[in-house]
C-alpha cells in the first residue's frame, strides 16, 4: 500500500490501482480529494471537512463515495443520493477496495467549556493503517502505520506518547501539523524519537511510502 501524506491530517492509499483519500479538509491542497475512489471523513471540523472540496470531488466523478459519521453526511446526502453513506464505531465496510473498521465515538476535549463532537477513527486493511482523526482512540487491534496527530490545541506532547505506548504501532507518520513550525519540529521529534517506543517517521506535504 502507497501513503501520500498531504497537508495537515490528510493522507492517501493507493492499493491494486485504487485511491482513498481520508480528511481533505481546508488545510490540506485545494486537490487533495481529487482523483480519490473513496473518501473517509472523521469529522466536522474544517481542518478535516471542507465541504466544497468534497462536492468538486464527487462532481468530477460519479463513482466516488464517502464514509463519514451523521453530522458530515446530513450536510451532503441530500445532493449525492446514494453515495454518502453514515458510520459510527464498531461498523466495517470495504470502500476502494479496502477494507475499513470504525473505531471511536468523541472528538477529545480542547476545552471543558466546550460541548464535545462525534469523532471517529478509521482502521484500515485490518491495522496496515490507523488514522484517528481528532481523538487518542485505541483501537484495541494490531496496528502497522499510526497516523499520529503530533500538535493540535486538544494535545500535548506526554499525552501523544504515551498514546503511541498505548496503541503500540510498529512506526508512526506525523499528522495534524499544519500549526507546527519549523523551529519546533525539532523538539518534536527528538521527544518522540526517544520516548514513543515506535519508529517515528514524517513525510513532507506530497512525499509518499509504503506501508
Not at 101 to 123: C, F, K, M, S
Not at 160 to 171: F, M, S
Request: charged content about 25%.
Amino acid at each position: 500500500m502507497k501513503l501520500t501524506k498531504m497537508s495537515h491530517a490528510c493522507v492517501r492509499l493507493e492499493k491494486d490501482g485504487r485511491t482513498l483519500v481520508v480528511d481533505p479538509g481546508g488545510f490540506s491542497e485545494t486537490d487533495a480529494a481529487l482523483g480519490a475512489d473513496a473518501i473517509l471523513i472523521t469529522h466536522e471540523h474544517p481542518d478535516h471537512f471542507d465541504e466544497s472540496r468534497l462536492r468538486t470531488a464527487l462532481d468530477a466523478d460519479p463513482a466516488v463515495e464517502i464514509w463519514t459519521l451523521k453530522s458530515v453526511a446530513d450536510q451532503l446526502t441530500a445532493a449525492f443520493p446514494g453515495r454518502v453513506h453514515t458510520v459510527g464505531h464498531g461498523d466495517a465496510f470495504t470502500a476502494a477496495g479496502f477494507d475499513v473498521q470504525v473505531h471511536g465515538e468523541l472528538h477529545a476535549v480542547i476545552h471543558p467549556d466546550l460541548p464535545r463532537i462525534t469523532n471517529v477513527g478509521y482502521l484500515i486493511d485490518d491495522g496496515r493503517v490507523f488514522h484517528p482523526g481528532d481523538a487518542l482512540t485505541v483501537p484495541g487491534r494490531p496496528v502497522g502505520t499510526l497516523m499520529l496527530p503530533v500538535m493540535a490545541p486538544w494535545n500535548k506532547l506526554s499525552e501523544v506518547v504515551e498514546y503511541v505506548r498505548e496503541v503500540a504501532p510498529e512506526r508512526t507518520y506525523d499528522v495534524h501539523d499544519a500549526l507546527l513550525t519549523d523551529l519546533a519540529r525539532p523538539v518534536y521529534d527528538r521527544q518522540l524519537d526517544a520516548l514513543a517506543d515506535a519508529e517515528h517517521l514524517r513525510l513532507a506535504p506530497g512525499a509518499s511510502a509504503e506501508v
